[in-house]
């Protein structure tokens, strides 16, 4: 089967280039309508952007998620280009899935408010005393999402990573475990919500890291 990406963004053949999958009933353009090019464009940084559209799409979407990896993240990266994988809410869950399915495949992760897994897949860490503690079973590993705390529980040493959520955002408890899981510096936290009040400030601050330079 093969499966056609709907993406947005232009690639000009910049050095740098990051993927952003958005929030469940999330339209890619709403990137580009809450100035996340706008503020590249601002600060000269030599990075493109492609927002995907991931619309009623989940995490076992696998020709889906074959299809980014083949058709954006490889030829990106065959060209010589430095590559991070993003994403906004569930976009972001479903970002550190696709790299605990196929290791190695980015350079670098960017987190906005990403969606911990629904509370029945996080109670089951939870009740095995965190993510240090549980040990998952075969069962376990059928969850798509539990397969994602998997890679949680030792993720890639080195890996550039920048998460960050609001403090107001009502899934705020469990992004912060999420977080926990990443070395301290790569933690932020704004004011806001689960909402743009939230993620475009953090955008701005991940822009800001000095992550892309000529």
């Excluded at 996340?36 to 927002?51: E, S, T």
């Excluded at 080195?158 to 469990?174: K, N, Q, S, Y």
Aim: with cysteine.
């Amino acid at each position: 089967m093969t499966t056609a990406l709907r993406t947005v963004g232009t690639l000009s053949g910049a050095p740098h280039l990051i993927v952003m999958l958005p929030g469940a009933a999330m339209a890619p353009e709403a990137m580009f309508d809450a100035g996340f090019a706008q503020a590249i464009a601002h600060r000269g940084l030599p990075l493109d952007l492609l927002a995907v559209d991931i619309g009623g799409l989940g995490l076992d979407a696998v020709h889906t998620w074959d299809a980014l990896q083949s058709s954006v993240l490889t030829p990106a990266r065959e060209r010589g280009a430095r590559v991070w994988l993003g994403g906004i809410s569930l976009g972001g869950l479903v970002a550190m899935a696709h790299l605990a399915a196929r290791p190695g495949v980015a350079d670098g992760l960017c987190l906005l408010a990403p969606y911990p897994g629904s509370r029945p897949s996080v109670n089951v860490v939870e009740r095995a005393g965190g993510a240090d503690a549980w040990q998952a079973t075969e069962a376990d590993l059928q969850d798509p999402e539990l397969r994602v705390w998997r890679w949680l529980q030792r993720p890639p040493p080195g890996l550039p990573v920048f998460i960050g959520h609001g403090t107001e955002d009502r899934f705020a408890d469990r992004i912060q475990r999420v977080a926990e899981r990443f070395p301290t510096a790569s933690r932020h936290t704004v004011a806001g919500g689960h909402d743009w009040s939230a993620w475009s400030p953090l955008w701005a601050r991940f822009l800001d890291a000095g992550h892309f330079v000529h």
